[in-house]
Every structure is written in structure tokens, then in C-alpha cells.
């Protein structure tokens, strides 16, 4: 019992008893935590054998590690969840990317063409989430592709560095889609939703052989005075929760009022 999520444990026991007393067959899943700290997901079945005057006698039955299915089935919620979510921010960014477009342009026709190839952007960098998965990426891609419906006429706006480094297909996929969130935000009320914000994006990897981080870092500057959100949207968790468990390290979002920043630090 002592192995028992604690969330999972009244229902478990509860299960159990239910077993016991009625005789219907026990068919329960839960999660356990192992000795070394890590989160397992185990389903039960049994049956109860009785004496002849009906008394329980004993629970036969077996238990199969189900964790791997658990988490497909996690990572699937997530991803379908992310696909709503992503719906409805890309038509808001839709409408900032051509407000700031129709800013920066000189005429309507330049306006045009310019929300014409950002809008496309837009759409190759969602065929990079679904193709990516499969193949993994260069960062220095990811970053291109995902914000390039966001980058600014004169390409001053948003400025990228860092090494050549592959990364693999799940932290492709967590990274293009913190980015694009990130970026959502920034255009409707960071950095990137003004006349005069800017966005520095950088990565590197530090350390030496044996003992190497990657590190990567956004930051806003010169955008509204930031104040911490009331409550954490599905977005920010998002970015947050799935970016931490694909590069087993820490993925953190702040929010200093000089600006938003997002760090990842992680070994490599």
C-alpha cells in the first residue's frame, strides 16, 4: 500500500472492498511510485475465492505494468488539446500578424503581399510540428520555421543565435510548440504587440564531455509593463509541463515586468 499514489489510494482501497464484500470481479488501475521516485502505471484484475459458508478466503488474480499505454494515451489528450487550443490562437494571431502588418506597410499592396507569405509561414510552421515528429530537426530550423509569420519587415525584431544542434523528435515537436505559444503571446500582448518590443532568442550548450547542458532562453524587451497572469492557462502549462518531461530537465516561464522570459536548462 505504501506504493500506492497517494490520489490513487482511496479508490483502490475502495475497489478492494467492493471486491470483498459483493464478489464482483476486481478490475482497477492506478499509479504506484517505485523506490527510485518514478511514477508507474499497473492495472489489477481478480477474483475472490470463498470458504464454503461464504467467507472470503482469499484474491487471486494478476497485475501488468500498463505505464507505456498510459502515457501514449497522455500525450495523445495533450496533443489533441494543443490542436483546439491551437485552433483558436491561430486565428487570433492571424488578426495581430495583419494589424501589425498593415502597420509596417507601405501601401496596401505591400500589405498584401506581406500577409499573404506570413499567413503561409504560419501554415509551414504547423507542417513542422507534424512532420518533425517523426524526423527531429535542427533547432536553428525550428526556430526559423515557427517564427517566421512573426518576424518583423526589417527582420530586427526577433533576433536568434546559437549553435548547430539536432534535437529529437519529441523535444522538436514540445520546442515548435512552446515557440509558437510564446510567439501567440508576444504578438498580442508582449514584446511583439508595440511598435518598439524585440525578442531575443539563444541557445548554447555548456559544460564539457560527460557533464554538458543545453540551455536555451527567450527574452522580451521593450514591450508593456508585464504583470504576472491571475491564473496559469492551458498554454503556459503546456509549455511548461510537456517541454520539462521531453528534455528531463527544467523548463521554467517568468514573468519580470521588463519583459516575459522563458529558460530551459537541461543535460544533454
Known amino acids: 500500500l505504501q506504493m500506492i499514489h497517494p490520489a490513487d489510494l482511496a479508490g483502490q482501497q475502495a475497489a478492494v472492498t467492493s471486491t470483498v ?10 499509479r504506484i511510485l517505485t523506490p527510485a521516485g518514478d511514477q508507474r502505471w499497473i492495472a ?7 470458504r464454503a459458508d461464504g467467507t472470503p478466503l482469499l484474491m487471486s488474480g494478476f497485475s501488468t505494468d500498463i505505464s507505456e499505454r498510459k502515457f501514449a494515451e497522455e500525450h495523445r489528450t495533450i496533443l489533441a488539446r494543443e490542436l483546439t487550443h491551437r485552433v483558436k490562437n491561430t486565428l487570433a494571431t492571424v488578426g495581430a500578424v ?30 513542422l510540428l507534424v512532420r518533425d ?15 517566421a509569420p512573426f518576424v518583423d519587415r526589417n527582420g530586427k525584431r526577433i533576433v536568434v543565435g546559437g ?19 510564446l510567439a501567440t503571446n508576444a504578438i498580442k500582448y508582449g514584446a511583439l504587440s508595440n511598435a518598439d518590443g524585440s525578442v531575443d532568442v539563444r541557445w548554447a550548450l555548456q559544460g564539457s564531455d560527460g557533464d554538458r547542458h543545453f540551455r536555451f532562453a527567450w527574452v522580451e524587451h ?21 517541454l520539462s518531461r521531453h528534455v528531463r530537465g527544467e523548463a521554467k516561464l517568468s514573468y519580470p515586468p521588463a519583459g516575459v522570459r522563458f529558460e530551459i536548462e537541461a543535460p544533454i
Open 163 to 181: 549553435p548547430s544542434i539536432r534535437l529529437s523528435p519529441e523535444v522538436t515537436l514540445a520546442l515548435s510548440m512552446a515557440l509558437h505559444e
Open 222 to 242: 521593450g514591450g508593456p509593463c508585464v504583470t504576472p497572469p491571475t491564473r496559469t492557462g492551458f498554454g503556459s502549462r503546456m509549455i511548461e509541463r510537456v
Open 133 to 147: 515528429e517523426v524526423d527531429g530537426a535542427v533547432i536553428g530550423d525550428i526556430v526559423e520555421r515557427v517564427l
Open 21 to 30: 464484500e459483493t464478489g464482483v470481479p476486481l478490475a482497477i488501475e492506478y
Open 44 to 50: 489489477i484484475r481478480g477474483e475472490m475465492q470463498y
Open 98 to 127: 495583419v494589424s501589425q502588418t498593415l502597420r509596417d506597410a507601405a501601401s496596401l499592396a505591400d500589405a498584401r503581399v506581406t500577409v499573404a507569405g506570413r499567413i503561409a509561414s504560419l501554415g509551414a510552421a504547423h507542417e
